[in-house]
């Protein structure tokens, strides 16, 4: 069927500007030509900023942007422009850091007023149409009438703007002692919900880069009540609505307090993530339950976001058929029919009750405790109940596979692709299971075939075959991360040197020598919109400390103390912001912890190195790194370590060894002693 309108963005391969393609509104796609085209016009531009899987974007394209009459007032007074936050973090958090200065509520969609130089005037997130018309027809009569006033307005929001990104020369000092680490996870605590898991509070998010940071401080330091909210707070999860029982995977975020009603959209980033904490978690508390989770999010990744390339995709969308979670709710009398007899042993298993039960006679699967538990209370063994949570759940998905599915947003970005290969990296060395592995493999060397130039640049995004958009700090700080965890898992020093490589990179077109912190966008990038130094963790880690974080362990492994020194001089311009919200630099309390506590490396080679390091590292210890080698190497942490086909292990504490041993068992009671 022919469509009445198309506009510009019916040329992009970002499937959230696709989707707009055909508005009667005239969008046109970022790019720095936007600001010429308005100044000669003398319009301002109106940038509204969102991404595929967003619900309230959704709506507000429905409400407004397909409509004709709002159209005609967006196209008479502005130029109009869609962006994809997910191809232009940078785009995002400029106008988003004037939104929030301006005191205005942010979010997605978020909708920008900007002068015709892209300074932004005006904002806020989503409209109703009638309040959507009004505003931004004032603002435009405000610009005709009161043009000076404007303009001076834009001036001040600016200087805000570029005061958010400067990175203030105070007298930090590194903590000498763990104290102070030790008072801020106690003032954090506070905010522990200690019936839930998370924070205190709606909505929830499971917030990754926290759960890491308090698996590594409650383990160091043995912390009984830290480690007990972490393990609640894991279970909590696995067991509520936001992770999805019949399918795997778990979704952006709870609206509630208790992980019951998700948003219901599947993020990437999120699942990589949380695929780390789990498999460490494992590690640690040796739980069925997270196991389980591991592996029914591998699943979920590879069913649903995977290509045959071997890349990722972005997300799966909260919507489907117009319906806000439509594809994963079931009613009550639909779960009879498809799961028979067993429905009210099942009923109970999976809460299709009042307390599983969610809106317009929907329920949202979810469990009361650990399947232990269940069976006791229900008489059975536990192989009986996992036999039949295995058929409940193929009948559960054979029922989904007949439904409309929700939108995929099939553009790979090379940070979340990263971040799901470090989390099956991580499983694997959890669980030793090859697939994970191989998985893992798979992607990473698609990223090194199609992401990576011959230069040692890197691209944000991948599309059919397409790359777009120069990559950010975010690209080459996760894949830097992930590189060097596979030559970890893997000892093939191709990834070692791909990630020097990056790294060589990173330093030339993203360091600022002033303050010893990298730029977000590439610092000679010719730009409408201000650079930034990310600082901050979100829903993933705050680049420059994924970079420091990186610095630290090619320190080690390449003995490079310049490096060190950075390392130390990024943390000391951080501990005060650490202190006083931990929440949002929890990935630079991790680096903290690794600098500042008793850190080991354990180097095997030999003929049996691999399998000596698995065995050591079979539980967990977040302050170790292991490397293995079963032939000579001119790697620094290799150098001379080689004895006549015998397997030796090199127990070191900050770069210092101990003489090698022989077995497993000598090892570990080094590390011990070392403690």
């Avoid at 027809?137 to 001036?155: C, H, L, Q, T, W």
């Avoid at 409940?392 to 998905?397: R, V």
Wanted: hydrophobic letters at 40%; charged letters at 25%.
């Amino acid at each position: 069927m022919e469509k009445k309108y198309t506009n510009a963005l019916i040329h992009s391969s970002s499937p959230y500007l696709l989707q707009h393609a055909h508005n009667p509104v005239n969008w046109q796609p970022w790019n720095d030509k936007i600001t010429e085209q308005a100044q000669k016009e003398d319009k301002l531009i109106l940038v509204s900023i969102g991404y595929a899987a967003c619900h309230w974007c959704h709506v507000m394209e429905h409400e407004s942007f397909e409509d004709g009459g709002v159209a005609e007032v967006m196209n008479d007074n502005f130029i109009c422009v869609k962006v994809d936050r997910e191809e232009r973090p940078d785009v995002d958090h400029y106008y988003m850091t004037a939104v929030q200065l301006m005191r205005r509520q942010g979010g997605w969609p978020l909708n920008i007023i900007a002068l015709p130089d892209g300074r932004p005037v005006w904002g806020g997130t989503y409209f109703p149409r009638e309040t959507w018309m009004n505003d931004i027809s004032a603002v435009a009569g405000f610009y005709r009438k009161n043009r000076e006033k404007m303009i001076e307005y834009a001036e001040n929001l600016q200087k805000g703007i570029e005061q958010v990104s400067v990175i203030e020369e105070k007298e930090n000092i590194l903590p000498k002692n763990f104290k102070m680490i030790e008072s801020v996870v106690g003032e954090w605590s506070k905010r522990f919900d200690l019936e839930h898991g998370g924070r205190i509070g709606a909505p929830k998010f499971p917030m990754p880069v926290n759960l890491e940071f308090l698996l590594y401080f409650g383990y160091v330091k043995s912390d009984k009540p830290v480690l007990d909210y972490l393990k609640l707070t894991l279970e909590k999860m696995a067991r509520g609505g936001i992770y999805d029982q019949a399918g795997g995977g778990f979704a952006r975020y709870s609206v509630d307090e208790s992980w019951k009603v998700p948003h219901f959209e599947k993020m990437l980033y999120d699942n990589g993530q949380l695929l780390s904490i789990y498999s460490k978690a494992y590690q640690l508390f040796k739980n069925d339950e997270f196991k389980l989770v591991v592996k029914e999010t591998v699943d979920f990744i590879e069913r649903e976001l995977t290509d045959k390339s071997g890349a990722f995709y972005s997300s799966l969308d909260a919507d489907s058929e117009g319906e806000e979670g439509k594809f994963y709710v079931w009613n009550a009398k639909e779960l009879g029919k498809i799961i028979g007899d067993d429905f009210k042993l099942f009923s109970k298993y999976f809460n299709v009750n009042t307390k599983g039960f969610w809106e317009q006679g929907n329920n949202i699967l979810l469990r009361d405790g650990s399947d232990p538990e269940f069976v006791l209370k229900n008489g059975m063994s536990e192989s009986e109940l996992q036999q039949k949570k295995k058929v409940w759940k193929d009948k559960l998905m054979n029922a989904r596979r007949k439904r409309a599915r929700p939108g995929l947003d099939d553009k790979t970005l090379s940070s979340w692709n990263a971040l799901v290969t470090q989390g099956l990296l991580d499983a694997y060395k959890a669980f030793s299971e090859r697939r994970y592995l191989e998985l893992a493999l798979k992607n990473a060397t698609f990223l090194q075939n199609n992401i990576l130039t011959q230069d040692g640049k890197l691209f944000h995004v991948w599309k059919k075959g397409q790359k777009s958009v120069a990559g950010f700090l975010e690209d080459y700080a996760l894949l830097i991360q992930a590189f060097l965890t596979v030559f970890e898992v893997t000892s093939d020093e191709k990834w070692l040197e791909l990630s020097q490589t990056l790294v060589e990179t990173t330093f030339q077109h993203f360091f600022d020598e002033k303050n010893g912190m990298f730029f977000f966008s590439e610092k000679d990038a010719d730009s409408t919109i201000t650079n930034h130094f990310q600082r901050e963790d979100n829903v993933i880690p705050a680049a420059n400390s994924v970079v420091a974080n990186n610095l630290f362990k090619l320190y080690l492994f390449l003995g490079k103390p310049e490096y060190l020194n950075i390392v130390k001089k990024m943390v000391q311009t951080v501990v005060s912001n650490f202190r006083n919200y931990p929440m949002a630099y929890a990935n630079w309390g991790t680096l903290m912890l690794r600098i500042y506590e008793p850190h080991f490396e354990v180097v095997v080679c030999g003929p049996n190195s691999e399998a000596l390091l698995k065995e050591i590292q079979k539980d967990f210890n977040p302050n170790l790194i292991g490397l293995f080698s079963a032939k000579e190497s001119e790697v620094a942490i290799f150098s001379k370590r080689f004895k006549n086909g015998e397997d030796l292990i090199y127990v070191c504490k900050a770069g210092v060894c101990d003489l090698p041993v022989k077995s497993v068992t000598e090892a570990k009671k080094l590390l011990e002693t070392h403690k």
